[in-house]
């Protein structure tokens, strides 16, 4: 898998084609992951997620692919903005008296059917990836990636310890930042 990510980062269009059957069933498992709560009858499946993500994946360019954590990580990524700028076409925004509670433990605020909840988490995950990029990935990679601690330190190249303290750490200033931003 490594070779076929640096051949597709070096610009070889068919080492994703040959990486993306390798990889699906993990995408699917982010995209799973990603819209568990759904409500029946929604027009998103996952199938569609991951579909969306791929056609982003494939305008990568000159990426330096280097491990799979860190391609999930991007594909993750890629998951959450599609989400994220669902809801945000919905028009969906949480103000005010449509204040909500988001509990960074509970993956189930990342449904489309929560879009509120999918846009206050995005814009205060920007404000943490502006105080803090590491900390700001850790949970990208954790919570919307699925990685454990240690794929996620060797994708980061930090020791186990740094990302379960950064993780920690991200949900306090995400919950604060979430509760002081509904005021």
């Known amino acids: 898998m490594c070779q076929l990510l640096t051949e597709w980062g070096a610009g070889d269009g068919s080492a994703l084609d040959k990486l993306i059957p390798l990889v699906y069933r993990e995408l699917r498992l982010l995209a799973r992951r990603q819209m568990r709560d759904e409500r029946a009858g929604h027009s998103m499946q996952a199938t569609d997620l991951v579909n969306e993500a791929y056609l982003r994946l494939m ?20 998951m959450r903005r599609i989400l994220v700028d669902r809801a945000r076409r919905r028009g969906y925004q949480k103000r005010g008296a449509r204040a909500v509670h988001i509990d960074i433990g509970d993956v189930a605020v990342m449904s489309p059917e929560r879009p509120d909840a999918v ?5 205060a995950l920007k404000r943490l990836e502006q105080h ?9 990679l954790r919570y919307f990636g699925g990685l454990t601690i240690d794929e996620i330190a060797a994708c980061l190249g930090v020791a186990p310890i740094t990302v379960k303290r950064d993780w920690s750490l991200a949900k306090a200033w995400l919950y604060r930042e979430i509760q002081h931003s509904d005021r």
């Open 59 to 78: 305008e990568q360019q000159d990426a330096r692919w280097q491990h799979r954590s860190q391609f999930l990580a991007i594909a993750s990524k890629m």
């Open 132 to 140: 803090d990029p590491r900390k700001a990935t850790v949970v990208e």
């Open 119 to 123: 846009v206050a988490l995005d814009e």
